[in-house]
């Protein structure tokens, strides 16, 4: 997920680079996107982890 959101972060710099304003912006509005889901899977991973089995 975040290889996606770099991915894109990349395409909307190149893209205002070469002056495409409305690529860039749809770009960059998927990266912020991905990024946030990103996060909540980190999150959510993080707090449920792998807990040992109950003896």
């Known amino acids: 997920m975040m290889y996606w ?10 893209a205002a680079f070469l002056g495409f304003g409305g690529i860039a912006a ?8 991905l990024f946030v889901v990103f996060l909540a899977l980190a999150a959510i991973s993080l707090i449920s982890g792998r807990r040992r089995p109950a003896l």
């Open 26 to 33: 749809s770009a960059a509005g998927i990266a912020k996107i």
């Open 5 to 14: 959101a770099v991915v894109f972060f990349v395409i909307a710099l190149i």
